[in-house]
């Protein structure tokens, strides 16, 4: 069975191309083990950047956290950390708006436990919902993803906006599943 830790470590390993990675991130009262941040500019001008068509900036928060068991609690934290201090602090800044030419921002949870997903947490993983539209999306919008991975079962669950995340969360298994078995015999390395 791989460990919360050594999956943590993967994961973040694969994350690190495209993001920044900071360890023990603190945000408020909440310490989590890793976040990772994302942003992504992109422009459209004629002939020169003076005469830009448009802008459009794309954001990525993603926090991982690690807990013995996961409870409906834990999912009502998360909701409440989202809406209290993660978006008004990271995607509106402060402000009553995001920064303008702001698109989309992704507020990312990847919930890992060494114990099974109850019943209870697989349903609220599911139905969980945090989607915000600014100036009628005039100024982009935020929605929030979760992911929950048992260790102990592999089992990965995810709401409907993380579902292109499950690739990248079952190949963290895979990979893992493969450097015990040795290659030339098929039995598994001690």
């Given at each position: 069975?791989?460990?919360?830790?050594e999956?943590?470590?993967?994961?973040?390993?694969?994350?690190?191309?495209?993001?920044?990675?900071s360890e023990?991130?603190?945000?408020?009262?909440?310490t989590?083990?890793a976040?990772a941040?994302?942003?992504?500019?992109s422009?459209?001008?004629?002939?020169r950047?003076?005469?830009?068509?448009?802008?459009v900036n794309?954001?990525?928060?993603?926090?991982?956290?690690?807990?013995?068991e996961?409870?409906?609690?834990?999912?009502?934290?998360v909701?409440?950390?989202?809406?209290?201090?993660?978006e008004?602090?990271?995607?509106?800044?402060?402000?009553?708006?995001?920064?303008?030419?702001?698109?989309?921002?992704?507020?990312?949870?990847?919930?890992?436990t060494d114990?099974?997903?109850s019943?209870?947490?697989?349903?609220e993983?599911?139905?969980?919902?945090?989607?915000?539209?600014?100036?009628?999306?005039?100024?982009?919008h935020?929605?929030a993803?979760?992911?929950?991975?048992?260790?102990?079962?592999e089992?990965i669950v995810?709401?409907?906006?993380a579902?292109?995340?499950?690739?990248l969360?079952q190949?963290?298994?895979?990979k893992q599943?493969?450097?015990?078995i040795?290659?030339?015999?098929?039995?598994?390395?001690?």
């Amino acid at each position: 069975m791989l460990s919360k830790g050594e999956y943590l470590k993967d994961l973040l390993y694969r994350y690190q191309v495209n993001f920044d990675i900071s360890e023990n991130y603190k945000l408020e009262n909440v310490t989590y083990p890793a976040y990772a941040y994302f942003h992504s500019f992109s422009e459209k001008y004629v002939l020169r950047k003076e005469a830009q068509l448009w802008a459009v900036n794309a954001f990525e928060h993603v926090f991982f956290i690690t807990e013995d068991e996961l409870s409906k609690a834990t999912l009502d934290l998360v909701r409440e950390h989202i809406t209290e201090s993660i978006e008004p602090q990271l995607v509106r800044k402060g402000g009553k708006y995001p920064q303008k030419d702001h698109m989309c921002s992704y507020i990312t949870f990847v919930l890992l436990t060494d114990g099974e997903l109850s019943d209870e947490v697989k349903k609220e993983v599911k139905k969980f919902r945090f989607d915000k539209g600014y100036m009628f999306n005039f100024r982009g919008h935020s929605e929030a993803r979760i992911a929950a991975i048992s260790m102990k079962t592999e089992e990965i669950v995810t709401n409907s906006n993380a579902r292109d995340m499950r690739k990248l969360l079952q190949d963290v298994f895979d990979k893992q599943g493969r450097k015990e078995i040795s290659p030339s015999s098929g039995e598994i390395a001690c």
